[in-house]
């Protein structure tokens, strides 16, 4: 199985890109019933638990750093073990008890041994995450070019998947 995992911010104008494309994947009938949809918004802690299901892979869809507003990005995620951080900053980065921002909720997870073996992220970088309703046209415009990332990189996850890799 796989997760997919929207995060974002409805509240923040661009920051809501994660939720607003699992909503688009949520109206999609091609989709593999191996894959499942999960809303995480802003509560990441969720997300961890969720993780304590046994996935083989995880994809984080979310806004995330970029030069160019409206631009698509996928990324191998490169999670930080908490175990391995000096004292201060393992507890820094553990206090959230929330954990809306992935990263920090993929270093809990891994912390915990839950998070999958493969860990992506698909996003987009955002023109506008102030408060407000509505995303920009930049990160509107992306939302079909993520989608359809999303799902070359889920076909060749489901592939491994049956390979055994």
Do not use: W
């Amino acid at each position: 199985m796989i997760l997919v995992a929207g995060f974002g911010n409805l509240l923040h104008r661009d920051d809501a890109f994660g939720v607003r494309l699992l909503e688009r994947l949520q109206d999609n009938p091609n989709l593999s019933p191996r894959v499942r949809l999960f809303d995480a918004g802003i509560g990441g802690m969720h997300f961890v638990q969720e993780l304590f299901c046994g996935y083989r892979a995880v994809v984080i869809l979310d806004a995330v750093q970029g030069q160019t507003p409206g631009q698509v990005r996928v990324l191998q995620a490169d999670v930080t073990d908490p175990r391995t951080l000096p004292p201060r900053l393992k507890r820094d980065m553990l206090a959230d008890l929330h954990y809306a921002e992935p990263g920090r909720a993929m270093a809990m997870a891994k912390a915990l041994d839950t998070l999958p073996p493969r860990a992506y992220i698909v996003g987009c970088v955002p023109a506008a995450i102030d408060l407000g309703i509505g995303m920009s046209p930049e990160a509107e415009n992306a939302l079909p070019i993520a989608e359809a990332r999303l799902t070359e990189l889920l076909t060749s996850l489901l592939r491994a998947e049956e390979v055994g890799e």
